[in-house]
């Protein structure tokens, strides 16, 4: 492929969850710019990146059809958002859990993007209402909640903010297709999610399971 045929997403946050992100969507062949407010992060994000695709490639679990090298070359480091955000047709929000920081960087990140690029929140139960409650055009917006680390777990919700558009929820379901997870649409937000729930339900019944077997005094 062409460089000029490479399409562009940017990553805000390097954490954990922003990590692995840019590790998915490098194994699909998209450019990623990565970018975090800590000076510095993003690049030694880059490197533990380097680290592991190198391992993951001398231990045939490599994601994708590129080598970890073809996959390192399609990443780069930012400092200045609007420089990252250049380019880019699909942006994945992976900051604190904090809603007036996220409510904020989407805010920001309207201020450099065209109406047409889609806002992704990677937020584990903030529903999209909220999180996008300061963006002009949030027609684009949703929630891509990944299980941790999305390069392992290819589960990841998608939950429409009340306004966006078919189309945009179809696009974000075929990136996510396309780079090898396995997206579950929801069709409307919902407190806690789909996900949040069925995982809370399962960790409860097995706490009631071993308080059976501790009441019991026997193995279950
Ligand atoms: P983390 O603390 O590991 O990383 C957050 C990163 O965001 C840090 O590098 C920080 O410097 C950066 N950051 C903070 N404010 C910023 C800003 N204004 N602009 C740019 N960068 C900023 O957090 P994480 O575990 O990677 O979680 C990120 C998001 O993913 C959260 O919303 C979290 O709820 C969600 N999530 C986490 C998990 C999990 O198990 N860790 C699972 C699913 C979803």
Redesign the pocket.
Known sequence: MSTAELKTITV?????????WAMVFVSGGYRVKI????PG??SK?ITEIRKQLEELEEAHMLRGQLTAAQQLALLSSYED?AQALEGAFFVQ??????LE??Q??FQ?IERFVGKEVILS??????VPSSVFSKVQERSRCLVS??????YYVRLVELVPHPEAKPAVMDAAHSLMTKVGQAPVLLKKEIDGFALNRVQAAIIAESWRLVQVCVRERSSC
């Open positions: 805000v946050g390097s954490g954990l969850i922003g990590r692995s970018y975090d407010n800590q992060q993003a994000a958002l929000e992976c900051v604190f859990e904090q920081d996220k904020g960087v920001e929140s990677s937020t584990s139960c903030l909640h990944p299980v941790n680390p999305p």
